[in-house]
């Protein structure tokens, strides 16, 4: 079997693959816990991580994947990772990355502010010139002129480079049991602006895993905008390849963000655009598990209810409305398994596709919770 964790971090991103094949990878890392505050719920991200890799007797991960350079999805990594650009990070207890994966804007963007951010900048910047060590996906203009500036034929780094449209060659369904199919960033629109945005150019990934020739699929969609999903379901059906917008896992952008869906919040609940609302009403497979990495959701007419910042009730509405079963199958990370203790939530992969692995309440054993059955 595959596992699937998303750990309990706030407003920030976190998930761990392992494969049955015994490869890991990280996609994102926050660490956002305040060691200070006896009250913080946020889970200890790199004790959990570190635990996990002790007890598989290795210090490293095949990938570790940025989707993009904002602090809720890179937070403490320069204090996490080995890094090879620069000795301040090389002590022998950091864990190490054998592949990172980086979408082209981070090796682009001009001048991040944050401190954090640029020293993953300046990782990524080193391992693509070097030519190893790193996958970046796109390769728009703004790339090639890049490579131009610091002496770089575009045309020797095309093997680390993936475009939308394929898949990530770390991986295989023969080899591995999973495959990576890259859904952006998409260099036509990257060409198409002056400067990143980073929501819109970030990594948007979905993974086939295999298990007994069971297949159960996976959309990883970072912060994607309403706007960028909708041009990844036009473009993906025009090409007829609308195989790689079935879900059965879905980690729904941006913390629950109505403008994930469209670009009205609503009342009660938020109205996607038409291809937002195919990709989930029409592309969902049988029992499939919607996951939000946010705050619990808020009731309605509370301060966190009127608060701009997601997650967005109205959006949480819509998301379960597509579910057979919201209470069961609708998981937000700071929520599971209760609002006042907060754990990991781990997806179990295998011939039966997806299922929630849930702690008894009373004992230590490991019970596996499926999903009801879809109507008719």
């Not at 939308?164 to 036509?188: I, W, Y």
């Amino acid at each position: 079997m595959h596992k699937v964790t998303f750990f309990p971090l706030g407003n920030a991103d976190c998930c761990r693959i392992d494969l049955e094949c015994g490869k890991k990878i990280l996609f994102d890392y926050a660490d956002t816990r305040d060691r200070n505050d006896p009250e913080d719920l946020r889970w200890d991200l790199p004790k959990a991580l570190r635990d996990d890799l002790e007890e598989a007797d290795r210090d490293y991960y095949e990938v570790v994947a940025f989707s993009h350079l904002d602090k809720d999805h890179i937070k403490g990594a320069p204090d996490f990772f080995f890094l090879e650009h620069a000795k301040k990070y090389q002590s022998a207890d950091r864990i190490k990355m054998r592949t990172m994966w980086v979408p082209a804007a981070m090796i682009t963007e001009d001048g991040p502010d944050d401190e954090e951010a640029r020293t993953l900048q300046s990782e990524a910047r080193y391992r693509f010139k070097a030519g190893k060590g790193i996958r970046v996906f796109s390769r728009p203009e703004r790339l090639r002129k890049w490579c131009e500036k610091n002496g770089i034929r575009l045309e020797d780094r095309l093997e680390i480079i993936t475009d939308a449209g394929q898949l990530a060659p770390e991986f295989t369904k023969v080899r591995d049991g999973a495959e990576f199919f890259v859904h952006s960033p998409f260099a036509k629109r990257l060409n198409a602006t002056t400067v990143e945005e980073r929501n819109e150019d970030a990594i948007l990934l979905h993974v086939t895993f295999v298990v007994e020739n069971v297949e159960t699929r996976f959309l990883l969609t970072s912060d994607a905008t309403h706007e960028v999903l909708a041009d990844i379901v036009t473009i993906t059906r025009a090409r007829k390849r609308s195989e790689r917008l079935k879900w059965d896992i879905a980690k729904i952008p941006h913390h629950c963000s109505y403008l994930s869906l469209g670009p009205d919040k609503g009342e009660d609940e938020t109205t996607p655009v038409k291809d937002v609302a195919w990709l989930y009403e029409d592309e969902r497979e049988k029992n499939g598990i919607i996951v939000s990495s946010s705050r619990p959701m808020p009731k309605k007419g509370t301060e966190e209810d009127e608060d701009q910042n997601p997650p967005h009730r109205q959006a949480g509405n819509y998301y379960k409305g597509v579910l057979d079963d919201p209470d069961d199958q609708f998981r937000v990370t700071m929520e599971h398994p209760r609002v006042s203790k907060p754990e990991p939530l781990v997806i179990i992969i295998d011939a039966s596709k997806a299922t929630v692995e849930k702690q008894s309440a009373r004992a230590s054993i490991t019970i596996i919770s499926n999903p009801a059955p879809r109507a008719g």
